[in-house]
Nanobody, 123 residues
C-alpha cells in the first residue's frame, strides 16, 4: 500500500518560514499526485498545494500562491512544502496526501492515502 509520514511542523512568528517534509513509501503506481492539505481550527480540510509526480506540474490554493512552494526529491521519495511569509491564519494541522488520476486535486475527498498530520502554529 502507500504510507505517508509528515514532519517539520512547529511554532513560528508571523512572517516566518517553515519547511514540511512528507516521506512516502509503498506502491508508486498507486500515486501520481501528491499534495499538502491543512485543517484550520473550526474549518474543513482544504487543499494547499499539489504536485504531479510524472511531470512535476504544481497547483496551489489562491491563499498560498507566492508564499508556499511544493517540491519533490525523487531519489528519496520525499515531498516538501516550503512555507514563507506565514500568517496566523495559516495555523492548523498540515497533512500529506497521495492518490492516482485525480480530477479535482485540491479536494480532500479525492485522496485515499493520508499521513497523520503535523501541527503548524503561527502567532
Amino acid at each position: 500500500d502507500v504510507q505517508l509520514l509528515e514532519s517539520g511542523g512547529g511554532s513560528v512568528q508571523a512572517g516566518g518560514s517553515l519547511k514540511l517534509s512528507c516521506q512516502a513509501s509503498g506502491y508508486t503506481y498507486k500515486r501520481n499526485c501528491m499534495g499538502w492539505f491543512r485543517q484550520r481550527p473550526g474549518k474543513d480540510r482544504e487543499g494547499v498545494a499539489v504536485l504531479w509526480i510524472g511531470g512535476a506540474q504544481t497547483t496551489y490554493a489562491d491563499s498560498v500562491k507566492g508564499r508556499f512552494i511544493i517540491t519533490r526529491d525523487k531519489a528519496r521519495d520525499l515531498v516538501y512544502l516550503q512555507m514563507n511569509g506565514l500568517q496566523p491564519e495559516d495555523t492548523g494541522v498540515y497533512y500529506c496526501a497521495a492518490d492516482l488520476l485525480l480530477m479535482r486535486p485540491l479536494e480532500a475527498s479525492e485522496y485515499n492515502y493520508w499521513g497523520q498530520g503535523t501541527q503548524v502554529t503561527v502567532s
